[in-house]
């Protein structure tokens, strides 16, 4: 393809508006940072960081040509530490509520993920038994830590995140790659064929617990700070059996409440958390899905998704920020703001 086709094309154009746009949030956060210096805005800002090298990475190899050394830092980005960092900076703002019992279940679920893709890949044993063992290993870790010592969860998460990183760093860097790299032929978008099977049940946690705890942490942000209809009630419950009725609580409370958040939205009177989380929420929910597609040969929205998805979650951190003074103003509403402090 001729470069002056590719240089105009939106996989050129698409990925350089996402890389510039994350690191102008990356830099707000920084600044956040430096005058509140909370723990949660410095991993925030270095998961921006990462997304703004990822989208780098796919503009360069649109724009100028795909080689092994690029690939492998797509991948390795991308796969491993974008959503890992971005979902860790909102377990560590949560970390002194209940949420933690929602990290150790996704913890879990990266476990079920490995092997229920075992058997694509039936001679990676070992990496199936690492991403079991410390998959359920800190899931309990967590667990136990949200019942008796809340103020481990956050040093437990950073741990992981940072062993974890080095780990994948050693495996992509390091791996056997089956061609120089790989991209759909019909879109041109890269895909993670060319990396080894081991490598791949690895990245699979890595994204599948950043995201929820992105998502879902926005969520829960948003409901402590909506006003509540609360269908279902606090009860007095054995351990195990408390976490899981209060967990289906949230879910029931969050859906029966949005028509409260509506009238208070109308009204001026709805906290500024409320809309900037669920922005947040609708931002990391959207690449979630591209990149899921992306997995099964759907590449057409990827770079899209990754467009939308940062765009969302900067929205919700400029509502969230004291940069519009004290209130916002959503069209012809009005949201209050009732502290200063930043949105999940």
């Not at 229920?116 to 967590?142: E, H, K, Q, W």
């Not at 409901?223 to 606090?234: E, N």
């Amino acid at each position: 393809m001729p470069s002056d086709v590719r240089q105009v094309s939106p996989n050129v154009v698409l990925p350089f508006c996402s890389s510039v746009v994350s690191f102008a949030f990356a830099f707000a956060v920084l600044a956040q940072w430096s005058r509140r210096r909370q723990a949660f805005q410095l991993v925030w800002a270095v998961g921006l960081l990462w997304y703004g090298i990822s989208a780098g990475t796919e503009f360069v190899g649109s724009a100028f040509g795909w080689t092994e050394p690029l690939y492998r830092a797509w991948y390795l980005i991308g796969a491993f530490f974008v959503a890992a960092y971005l979902g860790a900076g909102t377990i560590v703002l949560l970390a002194r509520t209940r949420f933690g019992y929602f990290v150790a279940l996704s913890f879990l679920f990266g476990a079920l993920y490995a092997f229920a893709i075992r058997g694509r890949y039936p001679n990676d044993t070992l990496s199936f038994a690492i991403v079991l063992a410390v998959c359920v290993a800190t899931a309990i870790a967590l667990a136990i830590a949200t019942a008796r010592a809340r103020q481990a969860v956050t040093p437990i998460v950073i741990g992981v995140l940072v062993a974890g990183s080095a780990i994948a760093t050693v495996a992509v860097l390091g791996a056997t790659l089956s061609a120089a790299y790989a991209v759909d032929p019909v879109t041109g978008v890269p895909v993670g064929e060319a990396i080894p099977g081991n490598v791949r049940i690895l990245a699979g946690p890595f994204n599948i617990i950043g995201a929820f705890a992105l998502v879902v942490g926005a969520l829960f942000s948003a409901y402590v700070f909506m006003p509540k209809k609360r269908v279902l009630g606090r009860r007095a419950l054995p351990p195990g059996v408390a976490q899981i009725y209060g967990a289906l609580a949230v879910v029931v409370n969050f859906f029966a409440s949005l028509p409260r958040a509506a009238v208070a939205l109308v009204r001026g009177d709805l906290h500024s958390r409320v809309p900037a989380t669920l922005l947040i929420a609708i931002g990391g929910f959207i690449p979630g899905v591209t990149s899921g597609l992306n997995r099964f040969g759907i590449t057409w929205a990827f770079f899209l998704g990754e467009l939308l998805g940062v765009l969302f979650i900067f929205a919700g951190f400029l509502v969230s920020t004291e940069m519009f003074g004290s209130r916002v103003r959503l069209g012809p509403l009005v949201v209050r703001r009732k502290e200063e402090a930043p949105a999940t």
